[in-house]
């Protein structure tokens, strides 16, 4: 009696499980390479006036970089970054649901790569990215479309790839 009664409740929960680990999730990240990069707008860190990233914001390749004080994979990156900014790669940073204290001590503590950077408190602009979360990096071109999308921290491999298009 004792062996049914626990094959019942491995069962069932071998069952609950099952079925909640596979439910369709309400979010789906969107596919966003080879499409044209949309217009963003929010507050700047810096001065609360409104930044707008839309069709001829650059007339060359640029980054836009999703990225948090809080991140540990983005402190990991923020030194490739810095070597894209130094070779004069334009990178606008969006700032995830973070604070603007946070935000601006963490620039400070380990300098500032991003040409701008847009406010995201609750995480919408990145959603409409179709970002996973953070850190993520969108490689756009001079005809603002979509060419290469990168999850989690960039390194010198992704450098190279960046400074071989530019």
Known sequence: MKIVTLLITFGSLFIFFYISLNKKKE?????????????????????????????????????????ASWCLPCKIEHPFLMKLKNRNIKIIGINYKDTKKNAKKFLEKNKNPYQKILIDRKGELSI????????????????????????GPINDQIVAKVLSLR
């Open 128 to 151: 409409n990215l179709g970002a996973y979360g953070v850190p993520e990096t969108y490689l756009v071109d001079k005809n603002f479309k979509i060419i290469d999308k990168h999850i």
């Open 27 to 67: 979010f789906e990240p969107k596919v966003m390479i080879g499409k044209e990069f949309p217009t963003l707008s929010s507050k700047s860190l810096f001065d609360d006036k409104i930044i707008k990233i839309e069709k001829g914001t650059s007339d060359k390749i640029f980054l836009v970089n999703i990225f």
